[in-house]
């Protein structure tokens, strides 16, 4: 089936459909791209949290190959295919992948989750050291607690942590927070600063006494 293309404020977007997890969606989402004209930025941010939060004493294989499938599989292999195919253009690009501060952040209710995320950092390390040569820098974007439907299910856990001051900016983030930090690493100012991550979290990274 042919990809739906529409236009939001004057940008032609194609959408196409698939699981990340998947090696033929993977491709197929890069065919589409190198159609529609050059690919110059990936910015991997399709990510899940685990369907039903259990103990890491009750953390199932089904959960954690769910969870690890999109969010690290999908990173590191859709990654290198659009890595491969910056390489064969000649023309650079940059790489930015969204992990979260659970890379960093033990959640014991949802380990799977902070698990993969790990692995995104690593993936981004791995890669920016591997195609600096080529002039194509790779970033992190640690998002920290963000307002989105995925943290709707713990709002007024979180709604406490941050006014008992959990963040040193008392707020909640927004996609919009988490956006600028990508423009930034995707505007080539940085590009001298590959491997580097941009902490989208109010704070949250900062060791406070």
Not at 11 to 32: I, K, N, P, Q, W
Not at 129 to 150: C, H, N, Q, S, Y
Request: proline letters at 3%; glycine letters at 10%.
């Amino acid at each position: 089936e042919a990809p739906d293309l529409k236009d939001f404020e004057g940008h032609a977007f194609t959408y196409v459909s698939g699981d990340l997890s998947d090696a033929e969606a993977r491709r197929r989402l890069v065919s589409t791209a190198n159609e529609t004209g050059e690919l110059y930025a990936l910015i991997n941010v399709a990510g899940v949290a685990p369907r039903v939060r259990r103990d890491i004493l009750e953390m199932t294989e089904e959960s954690y190959d769910y969870v690890m499938g999109i969010n690290t599989k999908g990173t590191l292999f859709l990654t290198q295919a659009v890595a491969g195919e910056m390489l064969r253009h000649g023309e650079g690009g940059s790489i930015v992948n969204i992990s979260s501060c659970s890379a960093y952040t033990s959640s014991v209710s949802r380990g799977e989750y902070c698990i993969s995320k790990a692995g995104v950092s690593m993936t981004t390390l791995l890669f920016a050291d591997k195609l600096a040569e080529f002039g194509i820098p790779v970033f992190e974007v640690r998002p920290g607690i963000i307002k989105t439907p995925m943290t709707d299910v713990v709002s007024a856990k979180y709604d406490k942590l941050i006014a008992e001051g959990i963040t040193p900016i008392k707020r909640w983030g927004t996609p919009e927070d988490v956006a600028n930090c990508v423009i930034a690493a995707a505007s080539g100012l940085l590009d001298f600063g590959t491997g580097t991550v941009l902490n989208a979290d109010g704070g949250f990274h900062i060791r406070r006494l």
